[in-house]
Nanobody, 121 residues
Framework: VQLQASGGGLVQAGGSLRLSCVASGLTFNTYGMGWFRQAPGKEREFVSSITWGGGVKYVADSVKGRVTISRDNAKNTVYLQMNSLKPEDTAVYYC???????????????WGQGTLVTVSS
């Protein structure tokens, strides 16, 4: 199983980025998918998740109104659209997959390698 995250980069405050995570080696439409992030010197934290059918989404309060998670089961891909980025959004962003479950709860079955997002002020 591989989760390949991409789309990170350097962006100015107020800008936007779209992260992508392509999954392989698993039956994608049976996995809840999520995004987490870890800032330097801090613990990894939940950002957003989406159920295997895409019908239910969860968003952390810290990013609510600024991020949108979506998935394309035909492309085995989950996305995270991030708008109005702030310097405190700077972190390595990881995607995660949980079989018929929400990656927020317990330990995800799989993790991606992370993609770095840097927001300059």
């Amino acid at each position: 199983v591989q989760l390949q995250a991409s789309g990170g980069g350097l962006v100015q405050a107020g800008g936007s980025l779209r992260l992508s995570c392509v999954a392989s080696g698993l039956t994608f439409n049976t996995y809840g998918m999520g995004w987490f992030r870890q800032a330097p010197g801090k613990e990894r934290e939940f950002v957003s998740s989406i159920t295997w059918g895409g019908g239910v989404k969860y968003v952390a309060d810290s990013v609510k109104g600024r991020v949108t998670i979506s998935r394309d089961n035909a492309k085995n891909t989950v996305y995270l659209q991030m708008n109005s980025l702030k310097p405190e959004d700077t972190a390595v962003y990881y995607c995660a997959a949980s079989k018929y479950s929400d990656p927020r709860r317990g330990n995800p079955d799989y993790w991606g390698q992370g993609t770095l997002v840097t927001v300059s002020s």
